[in-house]
């Protein structure tokens, strides 16, 4: 009951109670509206935000990569033997880019499933994204692209072509990011790190790469493995004829940016090849994050018969594979001869 004399008017009591609630709605909306998303990404990942990432945690490796090799501490030592009986190297530079590379996508996105060539337990909790997203990801790339974090595979190579860079053969040498959504390739990074230069893709949105104007196919140029080759030399030559010109280069990075046009800055050693194929096992995290940057170029890396490669569960593809963009796909497979990798 109001104070004797004093009436209090319905209308300015509802302007009041109005005003009030417009000053916590003004103080709070921020708030509610952030949890409110918050609420609703939960579980989620912002496939921008992890390119970034993946780009960050290439070239971070990368960084110890020529590191270790300039110092010459390599210290190199087999962790076995691969099916066709060449060794499986294992240095240092491989061991403290896996360190950086994983720790820092793990720590970012610590519900996303990492896999690596390299296994340690060396765990850095410090190591954090810098929330730097490179100039040419923001002008290219939209945000909001969620995706449920249960989806996605991520595959990195620390060091790709260990054998080439214990013989200081370096050009061939890379530290690759795949990010693979159901299976399917999405997102591919390839960090040079003795060149700086980093390629990268985001199927359906945009790539810092394109394809060269021309290829040829009658014969091509065949980039095949010069440390795991196993019979690949005969079989191009029966698809192609004897006169195809076969490039023995290191690392499966490397092997798909020479499909690709390269900057002009890093074209003076670059090998460029008109098809990419390999006929023995091969692990995703060699060649997942070519997949995506030739499938967001509209290329292929499909199988020797010419199955899409399933980028989930087990990390061997026991294929083979064929990769190309800017020829006709089906075309090149069609040419290939019967052959079996697990039979060889």
């Excluded at 820092?104 to 390299?118: G, H, K, W, Y």
């Excluded at 337990?121 to 692209?145: F, H, L, M």
């Excluded at 490669?309 to 020829?327: E, F, R």
Aim: proline fraction near 5%; charged fraction near 25%; include cysteine.
């Amino acid at each position: 009951m109001a104070p004797m004399g004093i009436r209090l008017s319905p209308l300015g009591v509802a302007v009041f109670c109005l005003l009030g609630v417009g000053v916590i709605y003004h103080l709070y909306a921020g708030v509610i509206s952030s949890r409110l998303a918050a609420f609703r990404t939960r579980g989620k990942v912002d496939l921008k935000d992890l390119l970034a990432v993946s780009v960050e945690a290439a070239v971070l490796g990368g960084t110890e990569v020529k590191k270790v090799r300039e110092e010459n501490d390599l210290k190199e030592k087999s962790k076995g033997k691969t099916k066709e009986g060449a060794n499986e190297l294992l240095t240092m530079g491989d061991l403290q880019s896996h360190r950086k590379m994983f720790n820092l996508i793990s720590n970012t996105f610590p519900e996303v499933t990492v896999n690596s060539e390299e296994h340690d337990n060396t765990v850095d909790k410090a190591a954090a994204w810098s929330r730097d997203i490179p100039t040419d990801i923001r002008d290219k790339i939209e945000g909001g692209k969620y995706v449920p974090a249960e989806s996605i595979t991520v595959w990195i190579d620390p060091l790709d072509a260990t054998q080439e860079y214990t013989e200081n053969l370096v050009k061939y040498v890379t530290t690759m990011v795949c990010v693979a959504v159901d299976g399917k390739p999405v997102i591919g990074v390839i960090h040079q790190p003795f060149t700086g230069f980093t390629a990268w893709a985001f199927v359906g949105q945009g790539s810092n790469m394109r394809p060269r104007p021309s290829y040829t196919v009658s014969p091509p140029k065949a980039i095949v493995s010069r440390s795991h080759s196993g019979a690949v030399k005969s079989y191009v030559q029966e698809a192609f004829g004897n006169s195809t010109t076969i490039i023995e280069a290191g690392g499966a990075g490397y092997k798909v940016l020479s499909l690709l046009e390269m900057p002009s800055s890093e074209t003076g050693s670059m090998d460029k090849a008109d098809v990419y194929i390999h006929v023995t096992f091969i692990k995703k995290w060699d060649i997942c994050a070519g997949a995506a940057l030739l499938k967001a170029l509209g290329g292929h890396m499909t199988t020797l018969k010419g199955e899409d490669i399933d980028y989930s569960g087990t990390p061997v593809n026991k294929g083979g594979l064929v990769a190309s963009v800017g020829v006709d796909h089906k075309a090149l497979l069609e040419r290939l001869p019967n052959w079996d990798p697990e039979k060889h």
